[in-house]
């Protein structure tokens, strides 16, 4: 298996415009997590998905990050307009879900490194 | 609130030696934890998992114990290596919740 793909590696923008992060979830898998992470906040998580259904998106910073899962391989998130402080690496990770009420290690995508000037 | 300390951000040791990493929690009852590698440029690795009725699990050279009575986690790696040098996420999860990630230990193993 490829393991989980995400795409584009590197992203500078400029403040104001649009962001498309995309995510390719390992095959099988059925649940998908979109994290930000950053020296000073560390690994947050933003949203997580079971089954392509959004089940928490607390960690969503503000309406202007949105996410979705049209399928079971495919995933964006999108950031509306886009501010200087967006800028830190972002990871998609995806997993088997939950057995016994624990939940599956979760597989790590390369992470897209967002860049906001 | 729930807090997850991790003991110290940067942790130096000489090759050979012992590492242990120490991850504590506050108004948390974890069900389990997961210990995870994550190498510069990278996204972080899964390495372990360990349930609350498990009082210790090993996988090679390394070892987690689980505490539930001190609230706490340590993770050991014996015999250490240069290439074990990585920052380590403890991520403790409550049970039928989603895990929790702590701010990571960079350990740097010294030749």
């Known amino acids: 298996d490829a393991g989980v793909i995400q795409s584009p590696r590197h992203e500078v923008t400029e403040m104001g415009q649009e962001v498309t992060l995309r995510c390719k979830p390992i095959?099988?898998?059925?649940?998908l997590f979109w994290y930000r992470q950053t020296m000073m906040r560390g690994l947050e998580l933003l949203i997580y998905?079971?089954?392509?259904?959004?089940?928490?998106d607390s960690g969503m910073p503000e309406d202007r990050f949105s996410a979705k899962m049209p399928n079971a391989s495919f995933s964006t998130l999108k950031i509306q307009p886009s501010e200087p402080r967006d800028s830190a690496v972002y990871f998609c990770?995806?997993?088997?879900?939950?057995?016994?009420?624990?939940?599956?290690?979760?597989?790590f995508g390369p992470g897209t490194r967002l860049t906001v000037t | 609130s729930q807090k997850i300390e991790q003991n110290s951000e940067a942790l130096n040791i000489q090759e050979g030696k012992t590492a242990t990493l120490t991850c504590n929690y506050t108004?948390?009852?974890?069900?389990?934890l997961q210990w995870y590698r994550q190498d510069p440029g990278r996204g972080p690795v899964f390495l372990l998992l360990i349930r609350e009725n498990e009082k210790e699990k090993r996988k090679e050279r390394l070892k987690v114990t689980f505490d539930t009575t001190l609230k706490q986690s340590l993770f050991h790696i014996t015999a250490s290596q240069p290439a074990d040098s990585a920052t380590y996420l403890c991520?403790?999860?409550?049970?039928?919740?989603?895990?929790?990630f702590g701010p990571g230990t960079r350990l740097s193993v010294l030749p």
């Open positions: 990770a995806s997993s088997r879900g939950t057995s016994g009420g624990i939940t599956y290690e979760q597989y």
């Open positions: 095959s099988g898998h059925n649940s």
């Open positions: 108004n948390y009852s974890p069900a389990y």
């Open positions: 998905f079971n089954n392509n259904v959004p089940i928490d």
């Open positions: 991520a403790p999860g409550e049970y039928g919740q989603n895990f929790v």
